[in-house]
């Protein structure tokens, strides 16, 4: 296949550059152009798959790209400018590869617009770099050279005839791509949209380019809200399962304390490791008899991450397909767990956050999810920092401790009052480095350094968090409170293969990507070994917590629905857990279910009805 898509390329490359008529700086500069490209292609693919090298799509794209990217030397000489590009487009390709590590898409292209957010997560951008990256540059480097050397030589302009027969020929390569997408589905958009299944999510970007990616990116933001699309958000919203109330004979809770850890992984608990038991605080809280646990809670954040999260926990809604929601679409409306509480409470509800408050637009959900009040990094004393490079953040131990003083002292959750709280943490931020002084556990060199460091600070987490549940249970009024913890995110992103297949790692790091659900005290205490979807946390704890008269039950399904089947949808379209009993259209219905909460928020969908409040 690979060979007959080449073979028309080659041929088309020969006509249009014939080596006695275009000079040799003109064919250096091509050959790098599409030598980025595909190397770009060929990296990406190796943490995804090699499917896209089957595509036609991804030959007469990236000619086409790297044909209108050589204008300025092949048509102008201008030689320095040509040169530029060359480096600004390493800079944007690199800076996709690094993110695409994490969230296996490519930067969306909101997000150039909060770059400065990344000076807080210095250690996370450069760790996500790899030497390979460096190639690149290289690449341009020699341009450099070759330019250097060659022009004073080489500065005869392209006559006439070839500058027609270069513009006939990218003519060529777009018309081709652009039948491809007519016979397909008929738009870019439409046929964009049609790969994105389970199979080809992450093969868009190779097959279309970086550049296509960004175009499809724009044209979605221009799209209007239709009546096919109202009946298509309302036809699922119909179909989903009754909700089902807990009998009215258990226990009643009124205070709601979530702790969404950072990169929080369910592997790391119940594991012991060289005499070391990772999280001796979570193993404990486990064996509660009224603990309710589901390790294998699928992640289905994507580019938002950890408010992405927020969005799943608190507004039982799935994330926005490319970038985040909380950027893009900052007014939208949601019903949310602190609007229920507040209605059947009159709680008073708080978010707790080491970031600033403009990290991921974190001040606009906060106000839009109906929170009363907002701590961030101002409201903490930095002590026992942790981070590298000198871009560190508050501490897990320290911030928990400082979070228990400020409710002690009145200044969160005042005697009798009911609560909501959410306290994001930080110190599970990739690259996971724990000061020396910090540590509890060390394990030998044996096992892989970010499997090692992964460990060490999930223990770190596990101490904090075991000291603020131990302050939580000294207060009076804890036996009216539901206790959640649970990871915003997996954490491993494209170290996960290595360190499975590491001898080690084998049969310790898990292959998937789950992080636990956890609640203490909780009116029905049990152990949930199914799959079940972040989303599904959001219904849980409308049941748990007795906010049953409350309008939105979310996208999800509670894991005390005995109904609910025992497979959820992730962030990357791919099923896990148990299928044998469940029809092909439910799974359809699952996984069509990110496509109706993105087009929810894109078009504001609570606040057009005016009812979210």
């Known amino acids: ?304 991450r950890s408010i992405d999260a927020q969005l799943l926990l608190n507004a039982g809604m799935l994330p926005i397909a490319s970038g985040a929601y909380s950027i893009k679409h900052p007014d939208n409306v949601y019903y949310t767990l602190p609007k229920a509480m507040k209605r059947k409470y009159n709680s008073r509800s708080y978010i707790a956050t080491v970031d600033k408050k403009i990290v991921w637009n974190q001040h606009m959900v906060a106000k839009n999810f109906g929170v009363d009040s907002l701590l961030s990094r101002p409201d903490f004393f930095m002590e026992e920092r942790v981070g590298v490079r000198g871009r560190r953040k508050l501490g897990d131990v320290p911030f928990f401790r400082q979070c228990s003083e400020k409710m002690a002292k009145g200044e969160i959750w005042k005697e009798g009052e009911s609560i909501y709280m959410l306290c994001v943490t930080y110190s599970g931020h990739n690259p996971f480095k724990l000061p020396e002084e910090l540590k509890r556990i060390r394990f030998s060199e044996d096992y892989p350094e970010r499997m090692r460091d992964y460990m060490t600070m999930a223990n770190y987490t596990d101490r904090a968090i075991g000291q603020f549940v131990d302050y939580l249970r000294s207060r009076p009024d804890y036996d009216r409170t539901l206790v959640v913890i649970t990871g915003d995110h997996e954490g491993l992103a494209d170290d996960r293969s290595r360190l499975c297949n590491s001898p080690k790692g084998k049969g310790i790091v898990s292959d998937k990507q789950f992080t636990p659900f956890i609640v203490l005290n909780s009116p029905v205490g049990m152990r949930y070994d199914g799959v079940i979807g972040q989303v599904d946390m959001y219904s849980t704890l409308l049941q748990l917590m007795r906010l049953d008269d409350y309008e939105w039950k979310g996208m999800g399904q509670s894991v005390l629905d005995p109904s609910r089947p025992h497979f959820a949808i992730g962030s990357h379209g791919d099923v896990q857990g148990d299928t044998a009993n469940v029809s092909p259209a439910a799974i359809e219905r699952a996984r069509r279910a990110f496509a109706v909460s993105d087009q929810m928020i894109k078009f504001d969908y609570f606040g057009r009805l005016g009812t979210a409040r």
């Open 1 to 304: 296949m690979v060979r007959k898509i080449l073979s028309p390329l080659a041929s088309a490359l020969r006509f249009l550059f014939p080596r006695a008529q275009w000079t040799a700086l003109t064919r250096i500069f091509a050959g790098c152009l599409f030598f980025k490209f595909f190397y770009f292609n060929f990296i990406w693919c190796l943490q995804t798959t090699f499917t896209p090298f089957s595509m036609p799509e991804t030959y007469l794209s990236t000619a086409f790209v790297a044909l209108v990217l050589l204008v300025p030397f092949a048509c102008f000489r201008a030689g320095r400018l040509q040169l530029l590009l060359m480096f600004l487009l390493d800079g944007l390709l690199v800076a996709n590869l690094m993110y695409a590590r994490t969230y296996y898409v490519v930067i969306p292209l909101s997000s150039y617009l909060v770059a400065g957010n990344l000076a807080d997560f210095g250690p996370s951008v450069f760790d996500s770099l790899r030497w390979y990256d460096g190639v690149f540059f290289l690449s341009t480097l020699l341009c450099v050279a070759a330019y250097l050397r060659r022009r004073r030589e080489d500065t005869a302009m392209a006559t006439g005839k070839l500058l027609i027969r270069y513009a006939v020929v990218t003519l060529v390569f777009f018309l081709a791509n652009h039948g491809l997408i007519l016979r397909r589905e008929g738009t870019f958009t439409a046929t964009y949209a049609y790969w994105q299944g389970a199979n080809y999510y992450t093969c868009l970007t190779p097959m279309y380019t970086l550049f296509g990616t960004l175009l499809y990116d724009a044209l979605q933001e221009k799209a209007v809200y239709t009546p096919e699309i109202n009946r298509e958000i309302e036809t699922w919203l119909d179909s989903r399962p009754a909700y089902r109330a807990l009998p009215d004979t258990l226990p009643r809770r009124e205070n709601l304390i979530i702790v969404l850890a950072e990169s929080l992984e369910s592997w790391v608990l119940e594991k012991t490791v060289e005499g070391n038991e990772i999280t001796p605080n979570l193993n404990r809280l486990l064996k509660d008899s009224s603990t309710l646990y589901a390790p294998h809670t699928l992640t289905q954040a994507r580019g938002g």
